[in-house]
């Protein structure tokens, strides 16, 4: 395992097999710190290989039964030692709460997560990890034709693109801007994010602001529980309030996960949007 996780950190290289060329390398004991990287591993079908993930890391349900090392906000790096993995993967914005399983010699693969383009390559850069490259090709493969099925029916010009607000937060108002992944699945399904005036792909949002934007439709975290004060400002000044068209994901992971569960989520949207502008 240590030789391995050398090669992997560029730090020595593999003996050549016979042809010459340094054998790839596969890794066989995997650590995931994002719930969408666990996804991917599993997709691909490495999920035998995963010994560890994070705390929100409850799709497929196999991952629940597994041990966690991290959660959004601290990384566990003694309990990932003693887990002897391969490699740890991660996203990019994790990297200052892996320093130290880096510190302790485990390598640790970064990936993005911003656009729907990093969730191919995050699949791919997956099953290359693993040994499962011609997997990941075809679920890629898969993915985007069944998006294409998603867009393509819809209307080309539409005569109105709703926009909309998505509530992740009510006490500060939290949402996604339009560096966001999920502003590129908005606007995919036919709408328009209404916090695109905000550059950070997640940030606080001021209530006096959303009252100006008046959002056609809320899009809503399901942990938000916005009922308990949708009765109150900023939420009781809004048109979309008063109107309904206010909606709840049925389950947050498929709109806000850049994983391979994004259509479902996509599909979702566009039922939602179409609803609330009929």
Same mark, same amino acid.
């Given at each position: 395992?240590?030789?391995?996780?050398?090669?992997?950190?560029?730090?020595?290289?593999?003996?050549?097999?016979?042809?010459?060329?340094?054998?790839?390398?596969v890794?066989?004991?995997?650590?995931?710190?994002?719930?969408s990287?666990?996804?991917?591993?599993?997709?691909?079908?490495?999920?035998?290989?995963?010994?560890?993930?994070? $705390?929100?890391s409850d799709?497929p349900?196999?991952?629940?039964?597994?041990?966690v090392?991290?959660?959004?906000?601290?990384?566990?790096?003694?309990r990932?030692?003693?887990l002897?993995?391969?490699?740890?993967?991660?996203?990019?914005?994790?990297?200052?709460?892996?320093?130290?399983?880096?510190?302790?010699?485990?390598?640790v693969r970064?990936?993005?997560?911003?656009?729907?383009?990093?969730?191919?390559?995050?699949?791919?850069?997956?099953?290359?990890?693993?040994?499962?490259?011609?997997?990941?090709?075809?679920?890629?493969?898969?993915?985007?034709?069944?998006?294409?099925a998603?867009?393509?029916?819809?209307?080309?010009?539409?005569?109105?693109?709703?926009?909309?607000?998505?509530?992740?937060?009510?006490?500060?108002?939290?949402?996604?801007g339009?560096?966001s992944?999920?502003?590129?699945?908005?606007?995919?399904?036919?709408?328009?994010?209404?916090?695109?005036?905000?550059?950070?792909?997640?940030?606080?949002?001021? $209530?006096?602001?959303?009252?100006?934007?008046?959002?056609?439709?809320?899009i809503?975290?399901?942990?938000?529980?916005?009922?308990?004060?949708?009765?109150? $400002?900023?939420?009781?000044?809004?048109?979309?309030?008063?109107?309904?068209?206010?909606?709840?994901?049925?389950?947050?992971a498929?709109?806000?996960?850049p994983?391979?569960?994004?259509?479902?989520?996509?599909?979702?949207?566009?039922?939602?949007?179409?609803?609330?502008?009929?």
């Amino acid at each position: 395992m240590f030789l391995r996780s050398l090669a992997l950190a560029g730090l020595v290289a593999l003996a050549p097999s016979a042809s010459g060329a340094a054998p790839p390398f596969v890794a066989h004991r995997v650590v995931s710190l994002i719930p969408s990287l666990t996804e991917d591993l599993f997709a691909v079908g490495a999920g035998s290989r995963v010994v560890g993930v994070s $705390a929100y890391s409850d799709y497929p349900p196999q991952a629940k039964r597994l041990p966690v090392v991290s959660s959004f906000a601290a990384v566990n790096a003694e309990r990932i030692v003693a887990l002897n993995p391969d490699v740890v993967v991660a996203i990019e914005s994790q990297q200052n709460l892996a320093r130290d399983v880096t510190r302790a010699g485990i390598p640790v693969r970064y990936f993005r997560d911003d656009s729907l383009d990093d969730v191919y390559a995050n699949l791919r850069g997956i099953g290359s990890l693993v040994g499962r490259a011609p997997q990941a090709d075809a679920i890629v493969a898969r993915l985007r034709a069944r998006t294409a099925a998603l867009t393509g029916a819809l209307p080309t010009r539409p005569a109105h693109r709703p926009s909309v607000f998505v509530v992740l937060g009510t006490a500060p108002v939290f949402t996604v801007g339009k560096g966001s992944y999920i502003a590129s699945l908005i606007a995919l399904a036919g709408g328009r994010n209404a916090a695109s005036d905000v550059d950070a792909p997640y940030s606080r949002y001021s $209530a006096e602001a959303l009252v100006a934007r008046q959002p056609d439709v809320l899009i809503v975290d399901p942990d938000v529980h916005l009922n308990d004060s949708i009765d109150r $400002a900023p939420w009781n000044a809004l048109r979309a309030v008063r109107e309904h068209r206010v909606y709840t994901l049925p389950d947050a992971a498929i709109l806000e996960r850049p994983g391979p569960r994004y259509n479902d989520g996509l599909a979702w949207l566009i039922e939602t949007l179409r609803k609330a502008t009929t």
